[in-house]
């Protein structure tokens, strides 16, 4: 089984794409080159400000669902590795919902 990435891209006008693949190379040179999706066509140059690496494509593509329904706070503290902050955003989105 190939491995599967899931990944965070910062686009030009400061917005974060979500994306997964297996081969993390070529489809950042994808985006790069405006092949991407058409987000990352849009709003290009792109830089990479975070990646997983997953057993399965299947387990990288169900956490790229799960970052994208995230929000922008959720996801830079998880691009910044900030557990706490990522604890307490968790919390309070549990807490809005009952």
């Known amino acids: 089984m190939k491995l599967g990435y899931t990944y965070i891209l910062k686009c030009s006008d400061d917005s974060y794409y979500t994306g997964s693949t297996i081969d993390i190379k070529k489809r950042l040179a994808q985006h790069q080159n ?4 058409n987000h990352t066509k849009k709003y290009f140059p792109v830089e990479l400000v975070y990646l997983e690496c997953h057993s399965t494509i299947y387990e990288a593509f169900r956490r790229e669902k799960q970052i994208q329904g995230w929000s922008r706070a959720k996801k ?18 549990w807490e809005d919902e009952n």
Not at 34 to 37: L, R
Not at 76 to 93: G, M, P, Q, R, T
Request: hydrophobic share 45%; glycine share 10%.
């Open 76 to 93: 830079e503290a998880l691009i910044n590795s900030d557990l706490n902050k990522l604890v307490e955003l968790s919390k309070a989105f």
């Open 34 to 37: 405006g092949e991407g999706a």
